[in-house]
């Protein structure tokens, strides 16, 4: 349940459980029982009352449309005002963390409503099929918890503006850790350890090849011969990259000498979707290959640092198995390998059956665009506040649509169904054919976000 400052009721107090069923099953210090039933909190029973850091201020006001995974959509953008209760200097609390490219974000799913029990959960990666939640990235999980890889676009003062999140505005903000690619990517990669069969529900161990050697040459061999899945087709040119021009505008960052991890990721187009599917579960479907053209050319620099960021996310999930498949039947990739620095994911991550799809825009859909940018006399004047160009609206919309947002209840059957989210300032309604996802209008959301700390506010990320 949600609070009025829009927490969960239970982050930071220990899940309300029977303290005799504590008793049997948890060694280890007890913990004290209050006259609410609450556990007090206290670290050495891993019971932290937590208090956040800050409240995101983002450019997806709902979770509708909200990317699964970071990697999605490279233009979405945040920013982060650590909170004056937490450091009465916050901005202190933030040196240093300007010479890092990429940070970790801790959050809470504070829109979740409840705190989930549920052992088993669908990812709309599966289309329907189960796996044990501790195998995907679930908003719906025993503590809430969320973990995101963001590009830190730059330090200003007390607060932080961030770009390829997939968290939603008001999200409260746990902790902000520097991504060290030493520490947090595994070196070698090896291929997904088996095929997720889901006509069978079964998982096929596959013949593993590993890679010792630890240079590029290496990591590109095997790259080059793994089949990359696509996540979206433009309708058009490619636009300028955005990441090409903030790294010019981030010039002081980049240029200081003590930035060393030139290896940092480059969250992309690539989305290992595992995020659980809400709704009714239709019997799973044969998997099928994934196809359509993918527009994003990219840089070999960018290949390289895409497959270093792969190998960071590929590191999350460890063991592929289907949820009829007991884990036990199934070879461990690290123990089997004896090697601490590989990381491996199941099939299923990489070759899901969910289709990439085409986006594309009607006429109409194209003026709303243009209005929108221009503030044209009727329409309001309105102005993106987190993207800097109509271009860059553009393409977060063909990149959230291109991965299907859509719930594996809402894909298989409520297909007819328009669809809905607001993204910055735009209100986009869409629709889903075989294969495709069309742009049919966009208006200027007529609701502002309504920040979950009320002492914060909007700022524009464009300045
Ligand atoms: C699948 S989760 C993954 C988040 C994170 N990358 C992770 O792995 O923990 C991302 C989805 O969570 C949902 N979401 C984002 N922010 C949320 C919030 N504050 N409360 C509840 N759900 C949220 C959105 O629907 C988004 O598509």
């Known amino acids: 349940m949600e609070t ?3 927490r969960l009721e239970r982050v930071g107090w220990a899940p309300v459980r029977p303290l005799a069923m504590r008793d049997v099953e948890e060694p280890g210090p007890r913990p004290t029982a ?7 909190p206290a670290l050495e029973t891993g019971n932290l009352l937590t208090e956040p850091i800050g409240y995101l201020e983002s450019c997806f006001s709902a979770k509708n449309g909200t990317p699964r995974q970071p990697s999605i959509c490279s233009h979405s953008r945040a920013c982060l005002r650590i909170r004056k209760s937490i450091f009465n200097n916050p901005e202190h609390s933030l040196l240093g963390l300007e010479q890092f490219s990429h ?12 705190l989930s029990c549920k052992a088993k959960v669908q990812p709309p990666r599966l289309n329907g099929v189960k796996t044990g939640v501790f195998s995907t990235r679930s908003p719906h999980r025993p503590n809430a918890i969320g973990l995101t890889l963001a590009k830190l676009e730059k330090v200003e003062g007390g607060a932080i503006y961030l770009s390829g999140i997939d968290m939603i505005h008001g999200t409260p903000v746990l902790d902000i850790k520097p991504y060290i690619a030493d520490y947090d990517s595994p070196q070698n990669l090896i291929e997904p350890l088996g095929d997720f069969n889901l006509q069978n529900n079964q998982c096929k161990p596959k013949t593993v090849s590993h890679c010792d050697g630890k240079t590029d040459s290496c990591d590109q061999q095997q790259l080059s011969g793994y089949e990359e899945p696509q996540l979206y087709s433009c309708t058009k040119e490619k636009p300028k990259c955005p990441e090409d021009r903030t790294s010019g505008e981030n010039n002081a960052k980049h240029d200081n000498s003590a930035k060393i991890q030139q290896s940092s990721p480059e969250p992309r187009e690539r989305a290992a979707d595992l995020s659980e599917e809400s709704g009714s579960c239709p019997s799973p479907r044969v998997a099928e290959e994934q196809s359509g053209p993918c527009c994003l050319e990219k840089r070999f620099s960018e290949e390289q640092a895409d497959s270093r960021l792969r190998r960071g996310e590929e590191a999350v999930v460890a063991q592929g198995h289907s949820t009829e498949m007991p884990p036990e039947a199934l070879p461990c990739p690290f123990k089997a390998a004896g090697a601490a620095h590989r990381s491996a994911v199941p099939a299923w991550v990489k070759e899901a059956p969910v289709t990439t799809l085409g986006v594309r825009f009607t006429p109409h859909a194209e003026m709303d665009l243009e209005h929108l940018t221009s503030g044209e006399p009727g329409i309001g004047q309105a102005s993106f506040k987190y993207f800097q160009s109509a271009e860059e609206a553009r393409c977060a919309i063909e990149a959230v649509l291109s991965a299907d947002p859509r719930s594996v209840y ?22 889903f054919g075989d294969g495709f996802a069309e742009v049919l209008r966009i208006k ?3 609701e502002p976000v309504q920040m979950s700390d009320p002492a914060e506010s909007l700022v524009s990320l464009g300045s």
């Open 4 to 6: 009025g400052s829009g």
């Open 34 to 40: 209050t006259s609410c039933g609450c556990v007090k």
């Open 103 to 114: 940070v970790w974000i801790l959050f809470v799913f504070h829109k979740n409503g409840h």
């Open 444 to 446: 200027p959301a007529s």
């Open 410 to 431: 809402r894909r298989k059957l409520c297909q007819d169904r328009l669809f809905y989210f607001t993204v910055d300032i735009a209100h986009v309604t869409c629709w």
